[in-house]
């Protein structure tokens, strides 16, 4: 028969004690495990104290804190810059934007232009009527389009009423070479239709729409009947007088006379998708698309980056169009860049477009007859 061997007595011993040493590790790692979550959280409190001490107490973290605001307020989401500066700051901020973007607008713009002579020496190589250039800078990515000839452009409208329309679709509906957003619209709650333009259009020298209400002028921005660009501060006597062509209105106005009008970054209205279009003394003209929003490609840029770009390439006079989601440029029926909407490209009022033969073009009006108290921004077709 055989017998079990008892255990040696060190083994019983290292039995008999294992409960308790386990039960001490387990002591341990809890006390290990708070111990780090309270040093954890007391780093963060840290943290946070400072950064917050940093941001509103310091000329640099003010800087920034406004930089953040004035993003915001270029967003659906305006309301949530009171939560970084406050309502009353918000509202004195926006206010003060719009009597400076206002002001941009007044001096007498004195600049002329000069279109190359038509007829093109065996030596010249004749210029596409549109150039595109890719460009980018700190945070941004986006494209600059030359029309050679500004003679070319119309103003896009939509085909039917009730709605906006792609630029996209214009583009290919009327047989156009290129096209941009052009003027803003009243977007309720950031889901407008695209059919209620803000202040007036103009289209081939008629006024296509009138918004204006009791305001005797507007900022606009647009074309004369030589191709001469005309932004800033306008009547619509103004406007008749001096033939313009194509406009919708628009501000501000970024360049007059070939000097910039914003002096520095903290001025350029937050970090946002731009448009923007501007002329070279030659009557080439340019447009500034730069995309925005989308971290991994392109932020977006201010108002001061856009006009150094303009200044840059030559520009004499230059002036913002309705950016954010509405920026769009398109080619050959393509859309070049990349619009931020999470929705795609958006339904607008209005378009510049570049014809090879502007003079076969139709724009019939939509809005004609139309009382624009009547229109309801937000309703869907």
């Given at each position: 028969?055989?017998?079990?061997?008892?255990?040696?007595?060190?083994?019983?011993?290292?039995?008999?004690?294992?409960?308790?040493?386990?039960?001490?590790?387990?002591?341990?790692?809890?006390?290990?495990?708070?111990?780090?979550?309270?040093?954890?959280?007391?780093?963060?409190?840290?943290?946070?104290?400072?950064?917050?001490?940093?941001?509103?107490?310091?000329?640099?973290?003010?800087?920034?804190?406004?930089?953040?605001?004035?993003?915001?307020?270029?967003?659906?989401?305006?309301?949530?810059?009171?939560?970084?500066?406050?309502?009353?700051?918000?509202?004195?901020?926006?206010?003060?934007?719009?009597?400076?973007?206002?002001?941009?607008?007044?001096?007498?713009?004195?600049?002329?232009?000069?279109?190359?002579?038509?007829?093109?020496?065996?030596?010249?190589?004749?210029?596409?009527?549109?150039?595109?250039?890719?460009?980018?800078?700190k945070g941004y990515h986006g494209y600059v389009m030359t029309v050679?000839?500004?003679?070319?452009?119309?103003?896009?409208?939509?085909?039917?009423?009730?709605?906006?329309?792609?630029?996209?679709?214009?583009?290919?509906?009327?047989?156009?070479?290129?096209?941009?957003?052009?003027?803003?619209?009243?977007?309720?709650?950031?889901?407008?239709?695209?059919?209620?333009?803000?202040?007036?259009?103009?289209?081939?020298?008629?006024?296509y729409y009138n918004g204006l209400g009791n305001s005797s002028s507007?900022?606009?921005?647009?074309?004369?009947?030589?191709?001469?660009?005309?932004?800033?501060?306008?009547?619509?006597?103004?406007?008749?007088?001096?033939?313009?062509?194509?406009?919708?209105?628009?501000?501000?106005?970024?360049?007059?006379?070939?000097?910039?009008?914003?002096?520095?970054?903290?001025?350029?209205?937050?970090?946002?998708?731009?448009?923007?279009?501007?002329?070279?003394?030659?009557?080439?003209?340019?447009?500034?698309?730069?995309?925005?929003?989308?971290?991994?490609?392109?932020?977006?840029?201010?108002?001061?980056?856009?006009?150094?770009?303009?200044?840059?390439?030559?520009?004499?006079?230059?002036?913002?169009?309705?950016?954010?989601?509405?920026?769009?440029?398109?080619?050959?029926?393509?859309?070049?860049?990349?619009?931020?909407?999470?929705?795609?490209?958006?339904?607008?009022?209005?378009?510049?477009?570049?014809?090879?033969?502007?003079?076969?073009?139709?724009?019939?009006?939509?809005?004609?007859?139309?009382?624009?108290?009547?229109?309801?921004?937000?309703?869907?077709?």
């Open positions: 028969m055989e017998h079990t061997p008892l255990p040696k007595r060190s083994t019983v011993r290292q039995q008999n004690k294992t409960p308790s040493v386990k039960h001490k590790n387990r002591k341990k790692r809890k006390k290990g495990f708070g111990w780090f979550v309270s040093r954890l959280t007391l780093t963060l409190l840290i943290v946070f104290i400072l950064g917050a001490g940093w941001l509103f107490l310091t000329p640099s973290g003010n800087e920034y804190r406004f930089l953040a605001a004035d993003t915001l307020i270029t967003t659906q989401h305006r309301y949530l810059a009171k939560y970084i500066i406050g309502q009353a700051e918000l509202d004195r901020r926006v206010a003060e934007y719009n009597k400076r973007f206002e002001s941009m607008g007044e001096e007498k713009d004195t600049h002329q232009i000069k279109l190359p002579a038509s007829e093109q020496t065996s030596s010249e190589a004749k210029k596409p009527l549109v150039e595109i250039e890719e460009i980018s800078g050679n000839d500004p003679t070319k452009i119309r103003l896009g409208v939509p085909q039917a009423r009730g709605k906006g329309e792609k630029v996209s679709s214009m583009v290919k509906r009327t047989g156009a070479i290129a096209g941009v957003n052009a003027g803003g619209f009243a977007d309720p709650n950031w889901k407008g239709n695209g059919f209620k333009p803000i202040g007036i259009v103009i289209s081939q020298g008629k006024l507007t900022q606009v921005v647009g074309i004369d009947k030589t191709g001469k660009m005309i932004a800033g501060n306008y009547s619509l006597k103004e406007l008749s007088k001096m033939g313009v062509q194509e406009a919708v209105t628009f501000q501000p106005r970024i360049i007059v006379n070939g000097k910039g009008l914003i002096k520095n970054a903290s001025e350029g209205w937050g970090i946002a998708p731009r448009t923007a279009m501007g002329q070279r003394a030659d009557g080439a003209i340019l447009f500034v698309v730069i995309d925005g929003r989308q971290p991994s490609y392109s932020i977006g840029a201010n108002l001061y980056d856009v006009q150094q770009i303009m200044l840059k390439h030559g520009a004499v006079i230059a002036a913002n169009l309705d950016g954010g989601s509405s920026t769009v440029l398109v080619k050959d029926n393509q859309i070049v860049n990349k619009p931020s909407s999470e929705y795609g490209e958006r339904y607008l009022p209005t378009a510049f477009l570049v014809f090879d033969h502007p003079e076969d073009v139709k724009m019939p009006n939509i809005w004609a007859g139309l009382n624009p108290n009547d229109i309801d921004p937000g309703k869907k077709k």
